[in-house]
Nanobody
Framework: QVRLVESGGGSVQAGGSLRLSCVVS????????VGWFRQAPGKERERVGL????????YYEDTVKGRFTISQENANNTVYLQMNSLKPEDTAIYYC????????????????????WGQGTQVTVSS
């Protein structure tokens, strides 16, 4: 069974940066779609972006494009979410999720049935 462990949340002032980590274990690291999601209080969970861990593609929602970057480190089976130019509206609990995907491109316009989720990590951005 795939297990995801997140770390790296915290509090930062607007304009600052944070990096979240998601360690993936339990399957072959290079054949996963790993998505990052967030949920703010009183709001529905929303996708931030995703990556295929073969390194072939990544995708970002418009709300974070140009500010957030998803990357991976194969040696440590880790996917990162680098968040720059943070805004108060980025405040949320952030989750990573994974699903094994044998194609080289993760779907971006249709929902993926992620079957493993991290525990979530709080990101708070103050103005």
């Amino acid at each position: 069974q795939v297990r995801l462990v997140e770390s790296g949340g915290g509090s930062v002032q607007a304009g600052g940066s944070l990096r979240l980590s998601c360690v993936v274990s339990g399957n072959m690291f290079s054949r996963n779609c790993v998505g990052w999601f967030r949920q703010a209080p009183g709001k529905e969970r929303e996708r931030v972006g995703l990556i295929h861990t073969s390194g072939t593609m990544s995708y970002y929602e418009d709300t974070v494009k140009g500010r957030f970057t998803i990357s991976q480190e194969n040696a440590n089976n880790t996917v990162y979410l680098q968040m720059n130019s943070l805004k108060p509206e980025d405040t949320a609990i952030y989750y990573c999720a994974a699903v094994e995907w044998f194609g080289l491109a993760c779907p971006t316009t249709t929902p993926l049935n992620y079957d493993s989720w991290g525990q979530g990590t709080q990101v708070t951005v103050s103005s």
